[in-house]
C-alpha cells in the first residue's frame, strides 16, 4: 500500500502531498504496486437519466474487468450526500477516489481533505470550478461548452434563410452543473450575434423526464405555439417536453424544433421512429475504461494529462434509422 501510494504521489506531482513520504525514492523490496488490488471509491450523481444509468453500468462493469475493487455511492443528486461519500472513503483509507461532481462548486474543503489523506482524486465526466487544480490528478469527460456550440451551430444552419424572430425554450440540467452551465454558455455564444434568435424561457428540469416534461407544460400554458425550439440540456428532458408538447396537440420535431444532447437510444428512437427531434449532440457515459486505466496509471506513478478529451459528434434526425443499431447507450 505505501509503495503504491508513493507511485500515486509521484504522479501527482504535488510535493505537499507527499510530504509524509520521507523515502519517496527508495522502493520497499518485494513489493511491486501491481501486487496489491486497488480499492477505487466512486462518488456517482444520482441515477437521473439514461446517461447516467449507462455511466454507472460502465463505471461497474470497467472496474471488475480491470480487478479494481470498487465502493460506489449514489448521491441523488445532492452535492452534500457526494461530500459524505467522499469523506467515508477518506475514513475507509481507499487508493483512489473518483467522483462526477454534481454542481461545479463548493468543492475545495473536502478536496483538501483528501489531499491531507494523500489518497489522488481523479474528476469523470463534470468538471469543478476550483483556483487550485492540484486538487485533482485528471479530469475525464467531454467538452460541454463545445457540445453547447454544436447544438448552436445547428440552429443557426437550420435557420439560415429563416425570418426572425426564432423563439427557443430552454429546458436547462441542474442549476450549477457544468452540462447545464456550458451547453447553456455554448448556445449563447454561437446566437448572440444574430438578433432573430431569441431565448424567450429557460428554466431547470433537473435532468429528469419528468422534469422536463413540468417545466415544458409551464412553458406551453405561458408561451403556446410562440415557441419555435425546444433546446433541452439531455435526452430525459426532450422526451419529456415531447409528450408535453403531444398531450398539448403540438408536433414536436414538426412545428417545434427539437435539439437536445447525450445521443441516447431513447433520444435515437424520438430521431427514427417518431421524427420528434430534430438533432442530438452526443455526450458520451462509456467512461469507465478511461477511469480505470487512469486509476491504474495513478497508482503506477505514470503522469497523467490534466484533461482527458470523450470524442463526440452531432446527430441529426436523417441520419438516425441507420445509426440506432449501432448505439451501445
Ligand atoms: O447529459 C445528463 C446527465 O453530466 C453529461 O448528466 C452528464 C449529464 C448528461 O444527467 O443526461
New binding site residues.
Given amino acids: 500500500m505505501a509503495n503504491t501510494r508513493r507511485a500515486a504521489c509521484r504522479a501527482l506531482g504535488a510535493l505537499a502531498m507527499c510530504a509524509g513520504f520521507g523515502a519517496l525514492t527508495l522502493a520497499t523490496p518485494g513489493a511491486h504496486a501491481e501486487d496489491k488490488q486497488i480499492t477505487l471509491g466512486f462518488a456517482q450523481?444520482g441515477a437521473?437519466?439514461?446517461?447516467?444509468t449507462a455511466n454507472t453500468e460502465l463505471v461497474k462493469s470497467a472496474a471488475a474487468d480491470a480487478k479494481i475493487k470498487l465502493k460506489f455511492s449514489d448521491a441523488q443528486q445532492k452535492q452534500e450526500n457526494q461530500i459524505k461519500a467522499i469523506r467515508s472513503y477518506i475514513a475507509q483509507k481507499v487508493d483512489v477516489i473518483a467522483f462526477?461532481p454534481v454542481v461545479e462548486s463548493g468543492w475545495e474543503p473536502v478536496l483538501r481533505e483528501a489531499r491531507a489523506a494523500k489518497i489522488p482524486v481523479i474528476l469523470t465526466?463534470?468538471n469543478i470550478d476550483v483556483k487550485d487544480t492540484s486538487l485533482y490528478v485528471t479530469m475525464i469527460?467531454?467538452d460541454?461548452l463545445e457540445e453547447g456550440r454544436r447544438g448552436g451551430k445547428w440552429l443557426a444552419d437550420h435557420y439560415k434563410d429563416a425570418q426572425g424572430p426564432i423563439n427557443i425554450a430552454e429546458l436547462q440540467?441542474?442549476v450549477g452543473?457544468?452540462?447545464a452551465n456550458d451547453r447553456h454558455a455554448g448556445l449563447i455564444e454561437v446566437i448572440k450575434s444574430d438578433p432573430k434568435f431569441k431565448i424567450i424561457a429557460s428554466q431547470s428540469g433537473d435532468?429528469t423526464l419528468a422534469g422536463g416534461k413540468q417545466v415544458m407544460e409551464a412553458f406551453i400554458k405561458s408561451y403556446g405555439n410562440k415557441i419555435n425550439v425546444v433546446y433541452a440540456?439531455?435526452?430525459?428532458m426532450a422526451l419529456g417536453a415531447i409528450q408535453a408538447m403531444e398531450e398539448a396537440g403540438m408536433h414536436p420535431g414538426k412545428d417545434v424544433v427539437v435539439v437536445s444532447?447525450?445521443a441516447t437510444k431513447g433520444g435515437f428512437q424520438a430521431m427514427a421512429a417518431g421524427s420528434k427531434m430534430n438533432v442530438d449532440v452526443e455526450?458520451s457515459?462509456l467512461l469507465g475504461p478511461q477511469l480505470m486505466s487512469a486509476v491504474k496509471d495513478v497508482m503506477a506513478g505514470k503522469p497523467l494529462p490534466k484533461r482527458i478529451l470523450t470524442e463526440e459528434t452531432v446527430f441529426p434526425m436523417s441520419v438516425a434509422a441507420q445509426t440506432l443499431p449501432t448505439r451501445k447507450y
Fill in positions: 450523481v437521473e437519466s439514461a446517461w447516467r462526477s465526466d463534470r469527460g467531454s460541454f440540467g441542474t452543473s457544468a452540462p435532468f440540456h439531455n435526452d430525459d444532447f447525450d455526450c457515459p
